[in-house]
């Protein structure tokens, strides 16, 4: 049977970016089955809600969904991006993975998805004041722990806790929470870190953490300070997972002032495609292909114009997706060979 994925190119240079990493899904050879529907800025042009009912529904009833970006200065303040967060909550995605690889680093960043001040109430705005409310529940932490530990047990068995305990109640609840979830994973150390000194540590000595447990926008702000470690944030994938069907996209946004001119990095969303595989379709023969893919081609030399030497030839979003989907396909055919 083949696996229903639904494809969500959204806005900025999302289509172009997921037109490849389809490209290179379909050199799998895996027997899929993928729908594009619209989201974000894209789904407004067409006098549609940010998140269309009709795509809500063709996304719950999906093995996967791959997303591209949304939002753009084309559209109000937050007007598109309320697609995605609420695709969050219906796909009840809680737990946000970003891997991060580069040299002697490779870390594991478990971001919070759904609480914190990204959706705590009450929040309100007057010409003068605004109000934000950062809320977290025990329940919510406590299954984010769950996923960032059991995640530590296949790697390196280091655990990283980050909050702001000496100021922040939410943070105060995040520590106890943790100390308790991490009695019992006894294989697994768990430190505590403030939010402040980890993200200078992090850029100091990434390779002394595996897994990076964090609430909401920690976890955002983060991930992406992390991008400078692999060297271009349009590296980076992330896998967002619940109970139901996930949600993968590149951590890029959606880079309005370059889209539609092939300047792209498609690696990001090529390698989020590879977690679909992975954690989706449980399918890692099919996702590692996809990665060494994606480090050969780099390797080789084939990079968009984020990663090309000084003074050296840029690809196009195009080239470096072919190039992948080439490769791809030769790793399957020496696989099949041995």
């Known amino acids: 049977m083949s696996a229903r994925i639904v494809l969500l190119p959204g806005d900025g240079v999302g289509p172009e970016v997921v037109a490849e990493a389809e ?40 093995d996967a969904v791959l997303l591209g970006a949304v939002g753009g200065p084309a559209w109000p303040a937050g007007a598109a991006e309320a697609g995605l967060l609420q695709l969050r909550q219906a796909l009840a995605v809680y737990a946000n993975l970003r891997p991060i690889r580069a040299g002697a680093a490779d870390l594991l960043i478990v971001r919070e998805l759904t609480g914190g001040l990204y959706f705590g109430q009450p929040r309100w705005r007057t010409d003068d004041e605004a109000v934000d409310t950062l809320r977290d529940t025990r ?71 595996d897994v990076v447990v964090t609430e909401n ?88 114009r984020d990663l090309a030497p000084a003074g050296g030839t840029a690809a196009s979003t195009q080239e470096v997706g072919r190039e992948v989907a080439a490769r791809i396909r030769t790793i399957r055919e020496e696989g099949n060979r041995r």
């Open 217 to 304: 926008m920690f976890g955002d702000i983060l991930s992406d300070e992390a991008a400078v470690l692999a060297g271009s944030i349009g590296l980076l994938p992330s896998a967002s997972l619940g109970d139901g069907p996930g949600l993968f996209e590149p951590v890029h946004g959606s880079a309005p002032d370059i889209a539609g001119r092939g300047l792209a990095n498609p690696c990001g969303a090529i390698l989020s495609a590879a977690m679909l595989l992975r954690h989706a379709l449980r399918a890692p023969e099919a996702a590692a292909a996809m990665e060494d893919a994606v480090a050969q081609t780099l390797a080789a030399g084939t990079a968009t």
């Open 139 to 209: 329940r919510e932490i406590e299954r984010l722990l769950h996923v960032g530990f059991n995640a530590a047990r296949g790697r390196r068995r280091l655990v990283t806790s980050v909050d702001k305990a000496n100021v922040l109640e939410t943070s105060r609840l995040w520590r106890a929470t943790a100390d308790a979830v991490a009695a019992g994973y006894p294989d697994v150390v768990c430190q505590h870190a403030l939010v402040d000194s980890f993200a200078m540590a992090l850029m100091q000595r990434p390779e002394a953490f």
């Open 23 to 62: 490209r290179c899904l379909a050199a799998t050879g895996l027997p899929l089955e993928c729908v594009t529907a619209p989201i974000g800025g894209a789904a407004l042009e067409a006098g549609l809600p940010a998140l269309p009912d009709a795509t809500r529904r063709l996304c719950l009833s999906a």
